[in-house]
């Protein structure tokens, strides 16, 4: 369980530290980014290593209307990532767009997982998100865009990229021993 907490406060500590320590981020240049790559990429393997070896209470299982909700939203929050990315309508419209997609992924397994390893990754990435949020929120000013173009092909991208980006998702949990579908 060590493991799993360090690598959720890895995570949070390299995201957060260009936000609530912005001086000393700038003193460390383009050295930054690599220090941050770093701790980001350890993090995940923590996370990854933690979660597979905790073990705790469990107080909900997966049940097939959770499951269905869960991959719903999945498709949404990958989704939230490809137009964010691909700037299309929607990803042009909301200020946040992949850090709600964390939010939604994060909750998504929730739903279907209530585990304490479960409430602690997934409840402290939420966390995070939302703290993020909060952050970057008081710090800069944001506008909606009146005027939102894009061109049809950017929509359709973003759509296909996201059921591959599913497909391959799905692929790496059923690996890794987490059936997505029951």
């Given at each position: 369980?060590?493991?799993?907490i360090l690598g959720v ?73 490809a137009a964010s990315g ?97």
């Amino acid at each position: 369980m060590a493991l799993l907490i360090l690598g959720v406060l890895l995570w949070t500590a390299a995201h957060l530290f260009k936000r609530v320590a912005p001086d000393a981020r700038a003193r460390m240049g383009n050295a930054g980014k690599g220090v941050a790559t770093v701790a980001i990429l350890a993090s995940i393997v923590l996370m990854y290593v933690g979660y597979g070896r905790a073990d705790g209470a469990f107080f909900w299982g997966r049940h097939p209307a959770t499951v269905g909700i869960n991959n719903l939203l999945m498709i949404f929050s990958v989704y939230l990532f490809a137009a964010s990315g691909m700037k299309t309508r929607m990803g042009q419209k909301m200020r946040h767009p992949q850090l709600i997609a964390v939010k939604t992924w994060a909750l998504a397994h929730l739903l279907v997982n209530g585990d304490v390893a479960s409430f602690i990754l997934f409840g402290g990435l939420l966390a995070w998100a939302v703290v993020e949020v909060i952050v970057i929120n008081k710090q800069t000013e944001w506008s909606k865009p009146a005027h939102v173009l894009t061109e049809p092909k950017k929509e359709i991208t973003a759509i296909v990229a996201t059921l591959v980006v599913y497909g391959v998702i799905v692929g790496i949990h059923y690996w890794a021993g987490y059936p997505t579908f029951g």
